[in-house]
């Protein structure tokens, strides 16, 4: 009889240490209360019940930490205190991290959905790295001076969302190889650009949103109130 191959590990981070500028708000944005509960909440409940992770790494602000790691109840929930910037962030988390595949998401993207974290990480399992990201619809324009200087072709562009998985072995010879360098990337895939190693393409939606604005609140307020209201209409009918 053939034993079934162990499934590899997976662990999650989730970069929290944004200030959130852009909203206007007095705490860091993983941390503005939206319906009772901060945003870095949301996040970690779409985010746990969407996969088996075999541990979830929050990285916040160092004066943050008690707060977060009072947050959520999970076995391995592990929250550290977070770097200069996102890129340095995020590589403490993996350093510290013990699954063989890592899936890197935004504390700010609350609306994940478990098929999309499904589809990216089996993607990742078949091809080392994966990321989730959103087809250009609109013509692009490449601007010099504030001036028009041509055309981008859109269907070659992509807006890169998260998550984000890579193999943790790739990502720390990545850092290594790099240096200092490896400060200057805006997400994860960004350390892969002109190396060998294939990166994947798992389409996102809109819906996979970012807040950064206070619309951007606003219209998650409005989503969750419609969510919320749909699940008590089901209980009232005898769902659940």
């Keep these: 009889m053939t034993r079934m191959a162990r499934e590899p590990r997976v662990s999650a981070i989730i970069p929290a240490a944004g200030a959130g500028r852009r909203l206007g708000a007095r705490v860091p ?19 746990q019940r969407s996969f088996s ?10 004066g943050r930490t008690r707060e977060a790691a009072r947050l959520y109840r999970f076995p ?9 910037t996102r890129a340095e ?16 998401h935004d504390a700010a993207r609350p609306f994940i ?11 990742a399992f078949d091809q080392g790295a994966a990321i989730v990201a959103e087809p250009v619809h609109s013509t692009v ?26 193999k943790r072995s790739d990502l720390i010879r990545r850092y290594a190889r790099l240096g200092g360098r490896y400060l200057r990337a805006t997400d994860e895939a960004q350390l892969f650009d002109g190396t ?3 990166i994947e393409i798992v389409e996102g939606t809109r819906d996979n ?3 950064t604005s206070p619309e951007d609140l606003r219209f998650f307020k409005w989503k969750n109130r419609n969510r919320s209201k749909k699940a008590t209409g089901r209980c009232g009918r005898g769902g659940l």
């Design 29 to 47: 944005k993983a941390f503005v209360k939206i319906s009772g509960k901060n945003l870095l909440t949301h996040t970690l409940s779409a985010l």
């Design 196 to 198: 060998p190693n294939r």
């Design 76 to 84: 391995l929930y592990r929250v550290i205190p977070g770097g200069k």
């Design 141 to 166: 324009k490449r601007v010099r001076g504030g001036c028009v200087v041509g055309t981008e072709d859109r269907r070659e562009l992509y807006l890169a969302q998260t998550p984000q998985v890579f």
């Design 209 to 211: 949103l970012k807040i």
């Design 89 to 104: 962030s995020v590589r403490k988390a993996v350093e510290a991290a013990s699954g063989e595949y890592v899936l890197v």
């Design 53 to 62: 992770f075999c541990e979830i790494f929050v990285v916040c602000p160092p």
């Design 113 to 123: 959905s478990r098929e999309l974290v499904q589809k990216v990480i089996r993607a």
